[in-house]
């Protein structure tokens, strides 16, 4: 299995810009999430989906951040209107849920730089 | 809510020798999985060790262990015979229940491995 993977691995962006970052999932996982990571906060849940429904998407900053999953292999995060303290690497990660000692799989990250 | 907290923002330590990470955590949960992630300078997150909270033996991966204190909460690592390799950002991570929940990590620990 190649792991989860994510895309772009690095995104420089303008200010104001749309940013959609991308993940593939392990195949079969039917849990998927979304963190961020900085400095200041660590890594912090944004929105985490089981079969393919949010379940919990508290932990996302405001509506400028969106986050899909129309199928068990994909899923978008999405920043409309970018800014510049959105710059964080962004991971995905997925497991299988409901299975005794499940640990959960991380993707490389995309790492955002909002200018 | 649940809470993760690593007291120790950064850690160095001579090759070889015997390291403790700290990890406490807060919950009014029985049953739980507790984690140890490591995060190279690659920003890979690799799952070091795990514990389930109703197995009362700790958990022990080659040369690294946990000491798991229920009634204290409290979750600590040790890395024995340390080497340059374990030089990364270490996460303490708490997962309420297998099949329908979040992962929440603490805001790590930054170990250096000294020559």
């Known amino acids: 299995d190649a792991g989860v993977i994510q895309s772009p691995r690095h995104e420089v962006t303008e200010m104001g810009q749309e940013v959609t970052l991308r993940c593939k999932p392990i195949?079969?996982?039917?849990?998927l999430f979304w963190y961020r990571q900085t400095m200041m906060r660590g890594l912090e849940l944004l929105i985490y989906f089981n079969n393919n429904v949010p379940i919990d998407d508290s932990g996302m900053p405001e509506d400028r951040f969106s986050a899909k999953m129309p199928n068990a292999s994909f899923s978008t995060l999405k920043i409309q209107p970018s800014e510049p303290r959105d710059s964080a690497v962004y991971f995905c990660?997925?497991?299988?849920?409901?299975?005794?000692?499940?640990?959960?799989?991380f993707g490389q990250g995309t790492r955002l730089t909002v200018v | 809510a649940q809470t993760v907290t690593q007291s120790q923002p950064e850690m160095s330590v001579q090759e070889a020798e015997t390291v403790t990470l700290s990890c406490t955590y807060d919950t009014s949960e029985s049953n739980y999985y507790l984690f140890w992630y490591k995060q190279p300078p690659s920003r890979q997150m690799i799952l070091v060790i795990r514990q389930e909270a109703y197995k009362q033996q700790n958990a022990t991966e080659n040369r690294f262990s946990v000491n798991f204190q229920k009634a204290a909460k409290s979750f600590s690592l040790k890395i024995s015979d340390s080497q340059l390799g374990d030089t990364a950002m270490y996460f303490c991570a708490f997962m309420k229940h297998a099949g329908d929940d979040k992962i929440i990590f603490g805001k790590g620990t930054r170990l250096h491995i000294l020559p």
């Open positions: 990660a997925s497991s299988f849920m409901a299975r005794a000692n499940t640990e959960a799989f």
């Open positions: 195949s079969g996982h039917n849990s």
